[in-house]
C-alpha cells in the first residue's frame, strides 16, 4: 500500500452504479451469457498488463458452482476498469488474482447482490482491490488503510492470521534447525572470531 | 510426531561429501599423528561439488572488485539489497514503504539479533543447511547467529584479498596442511577437516591448552609434523605459540577475536618471519578489514559491505570524525545486515584508493581522567601501550579516580607499562597493576565507575 490510490467514496460509488451488463449472468455451461475470459482479457488491455492472456481459462465457468465467483469477477472488472487505474500497467499475476482467488473468497462469504447492496461489503470489495494492486485511499496512510481493512474484510482478516501463522511456523523451524546437533557443529571457517 | 525433531548422527559423508581418497589420507594423518592432541569435537566443511563451485567464482569476484563508494553517497547496489531484505526477510518487511533517504532507515543492534535471530533470516533460505555460530556475551547480549557451509568457506576469499595485497598467493594443496587454527581455552572445539577449493590441503583446529594434550610438548611436535602454510589465532593463544619451543616456517599468521598490539604483532614476525594479518572480523559479518600500519588503519575488504560511521543518535558523523561502525550487506546469505551497529568505534577515510578504517576500537568508548582533571580517550591509552607485547589487558577507573591495570601472560616489563600509564595520567596518579598469568576469557578493555566516563 506505498501508492495513493483514488478516492474510496469514487470507487464505492462506481461499484453501487455497476451497469446491467456486469451484473448479467457470466456464461457457465450452457447457461449465462457473459464470456467472463473476453472481459477479464479486455480489462488487462485497459490497464496495460502484460501477460496473463494464456492463464485466462480459468475463467471459463464450467457449471452453476462457478457462477458465483465469475459473478464477482465481473464487479472487480467492473471496479478496475475506472479511469484511475487505466495504464497504471499492475503485474497481471496480481491482478487475476484478485479476480480468481479473491473473487472466491468473497463469493463464499455473500452473494453478489448483497456485496453490492451493503455499504460495508462495497468498501470491503474496493479496500481489497486497493490494497492487492498496492494503493491506499487517497488520504489515508498505509497503516490507517491496513487497519480498516483487517477490521471490515474477514478474508482480509483470515489472510493476516494465516500470513503470521506462516511466519511463526517458518521462524520455529528456523530456530529449532539452528539447534541441532549438526548446526551446532557448524561448518570450515580459515579464522574464528 | 515431527519428523523435522529428528536428528540423525552426522556422518563423514554429511561433513565433507566430496571427499577423496587423498583427503582422506589427510584427515587420518591429522587425527592418528603419534603426537595428535585429543579432538573434542567433529565438523567438516560440508561442501557439495556445487557449492565448492559457488565458492570459487565468489573468490573470482572477490579478487578483482573494487571496494569503495563517494563519501555519503551509499554504493549503487544498496537499494536492491535493502528491497530485497524486505521482500523477504520478516524483520525488514516493517521497513515497507522505504524512505526516499538511506539515512532514514532504522538502525539494529546486536540486541535486535540477541532477541531472536530467525526473524533476520530470508524465507528463501534452505533450513536443512544451516549452521550456527555463537558468540561471547561481553555486551550482556550473547548471540546465536544463523549462517550456511558457503559463507563459511567464502571466508577464505577475503583472506586471500588480503594476504594478495603483500603480495602472497596461497600454494598449499593436496597432502599439506593448509591452516591451523589455535585457541587457548579450558573447553576449546577442536577437530580436523580439509579445504576443497585449496585441493584438499588440511585444516586442524587445536586448542594449545595442555589439558587437551597426551604431554605438553607435544604441542610442538605435532604443529611441526603439520607445517601449516598458515596459522590462525588471537593474541592470547599466539602468545602461548611464542612460549613453545617450535620451530615454524608459516607464510602467515592471522589473528583475530581480539586487538592485536604492535609490540606482539612485532614479536611475532620476527619469531616466525612472516607478516601478521590482524583481521577486523566479526561473526555477524565474517572479516570486515584487515590492518594495515602503512594505510593508517584497517582496509575494508569487502566489495558487498557498506560502512557507515554513526553517531550515538544514529546520525551519520562528518567525514573523518569518530562514531561507531554500521554495516549493510554482507555475504551471509542467512543474515543480511541493515545499519546493523557493531558497538565498535573508528573514524573513515576515504580519500585513498581503499576505504580505511582509522583507529579502531573493539568496544563504546571510555574517558579517563589525569590526576590534573583532563579527560583522555581510551584510544590515548592503546597508543601508550602499543609498544608492549601484551596478550590481553583491562583497565579499570574507580569511581575515587584510582585506576587498575590488569595484564594476562606476564612479559617481565611490568615497570615500562607503569612508567609509561604515569607519564600519560601524572605521576601522583594511584595505579595498581595486577598480572594474572594466562586467562581464557576475552576481557573488556576499558570500563570506568567515574562519572562522566562515558562520553
Keep these: ?193 | 510426531m515431527d519428523t523435522r525433531m529428528i536428528d540423525p548422527e552426522q556422518t563423514d559423508e554429511d561433513r565433507y561429501p566430496t571427499l577423496s581418497v587423498e583427503g582422506r589420507r589427510m584427515l587420518e594423518f591429522l587425527r592418528e599423528h603419534p603426537h595428535a592432541p585429543i579432538f573434542r569435537n567433529e565438523s567438516g566443511n560440508r561442501l557439495s561439488a556445487g557449492d565448492i563451485e559457488r565458492v570459487r567464482a565468489f573468490e573470482q569476484e572477490t579478487r578483482t572488485a573494487q571496494v569503495g563508494w563517494k563519501p555519503g553517497v551509499p554504493p549503487e547496489w544498496i537499494w536492491s539489497f535493502v528491497e530485497k531484505c524486505v521482500a523477504e526477510v520478516p524483520w525488514y518487511r516493517r521497513y515497507d514503504p522505504l524512505p526516499a533517504a538511506f539515512e532514514d532507515l532504522p538502525v539494529i543492534s546486536r540486541a535486535d539479533l540477541s532477541r531472536d535471530v530467525a526473524q533476520f533470516v530470508p524465507d528463501t533460505v534452505s533450513v536443512e543447511r544451516l549452521v550456527n555460530y555463537r558468540t561471547s556475551g561481553t555486551t550482556g547480549h550473547p548471540l546465536l547467529l544463523a549462517s550456511d557451509p558457503v559463507v563459511s568457506a567464502s571466508y577464505l576469499a577475503f583472506h586471500k584479498r588480503a594476504l594478495r595485497r603483500l603480495g602472497i598467493e596461497l600454494q598449499y594443496g593436496r597432502g599439506l596442511v593448509g591452516v591451523v587454527l589455535l585457541g587457548w581455552q579450558r573447553k576449546c572445539f577442536t577437530y580436523v577437516s580439509v579445504t576443497p577449493t585449496m585441493d584438499e590441503s588440511g585444516l586442524a583446529k587445536l586448542n594449545l591448552h595442555p589439558d587437551d594434550w597426551r604431554a605438553p610438548e607435544d604441542r610442538a611436535s605435532y604443529l611441526e609434523a603439520l607445517a601449516p602454510e598458515v596459522i590462525a589465532g588471537d593474541p592470547l593463544s599466539f602468545s602461548v605459540l611464542l612460549d613453545l619451543n617450535v620451530g615454524l616456517q608459516p607464510r602467515a599468521l592471522f589473528s583475530t577475536s581480539m586487538a592485536l598490539l604492535p609490540g606482539l604483532r612485532e614479536r611475532l614476525e620476527s619469531r616466525f618471519g612472516c607478516p601478521v594479518l590482524d583481521f577486523y572480523s566479526m561473526n555477524e559479518a565474517g572479516p570486515i578489514a584487515v590492518a594495515d600500519p602503512s594505510a593508517g588503519g584497517h582496509v575494508l575488504l569487502q566489495h558487498r559491505l557498506y560502512v557507515e560511521i554513526l553517531d550515538p543518535e544514529g546520525k551519520p558523523v562528518r567525514p573523518g570524525e569518530r562514531g561507531e561502525v554500521t554495516l549493510t550487506g554482507g555475504f551471509n546469505f542467512c543474515l543480511p545486515l541493515v545499519r546493523y551497529r557493531t558497538g565498535d568505534q573508528a573514524s573513515l577515510d576515504l580519500s585513498g584508493r581503499e576505504p580505511v578504517l582509522v583507529g579502531l576500537q573493539g568496544r563504546p568508548p571510555v574517558r579517563f581522567r589525569t590526576k590534573a582533571g583532563e579527560w583522555l580517550n581510551n584510544i590515548e591509552v592503546t597508543h601508550v601501550l602499543g609498544k608492549f607485547a601484551i596478550a590481553q589487558y583491562a583497565l579499570y577507573q574507580a569511581a575515587d579516580g584510582a585506576l587498575q591495570m590488569k595484564i594476562c601472560g606476564p612479559r617481565g616489563d611490568i615497570t615500562e607499562i607503569r612508567k609509561a600509564l604515569l607519564a600519560l595520567f601524572g605521576p601522583e596518579q594511584a595505579l595498581e597493576i595486577v598480572t594474572t598469568g594466562w586467562v581464557d576469557e576475552k576481557w573488556i578493555q576499558y570500563t570506568s565507575d567515574l562519572p562522566g566516563a562515558q562520553p
Excluded: H
Aim: glycine share 6%.
Design chain 1, 1 to 193: 500500500m506505498d501508492r495513493e490510490g483514488p478516492p474510496l467514496e469514487s470507487l464505492t460509488r462506481r461499484l453501487a452504479e455497476t451497469p446491467e451488463d456486469f451484473l448479467a449472468e457470466p456464461k457457465c455451461g450452457k447457461a449465462g451469457r457473459i464470456i467472463v475470459p473476453a472481459v477479464v482479457g479486455d480489462l488487462l488491455d485497459l490497464l496495460g498488463s502484460d501477460g496473463g492472456r494464456e492463464n485466462l481459462g480459468r475463467f471459463a465457468g464450467k457449471d452453476a458452482a462457478d457462477q458465483r465467483r465469475l459473478s464477482v469477477t465481473l464487479l472487480f472488472c467492473w471496479l478496475l476498469a475506472d479511469a484511475s487505474f487505466r495504464g497504471t500497467n499492475p503485474s497481471s499475476e496480481i491482478v487475476l488474482t484478485l479476480l480468481d482467488a479473491t473473487a472466491a473468497e468473497l463469493a463464499g462469504q455473500a452473494a453478489p447482490a448483497k456485496l453490492l447492496r451493503d455499504p460495508d461489503r462495497r468498501e470491503e470489495m474496493v479496500r481489497l482491490a486497493l490494497a492487492r494492486l498496492g494503493y491506499r485511499p487517497a488520504g489515508e496512510t498505509a497503516a490507517q488503510a491496513q487497519d480498516r481493512l483487517s477490521s471490515i474484510s474477514s478474508s482480509e482478516r483470515a489472510r493476516v492470521v494465516q500470513a503470521a501463522r506462516a511466519a511463526e511456523e517458518r521462524a520455529r523451524a528456523v530456530r529449532e534447525a539452528l539447534a541441532r546437533k549438526a548446526a551446532e557443529e557448524s561448518a570450515d571457517k580459515w579464522t574464528r572470531e
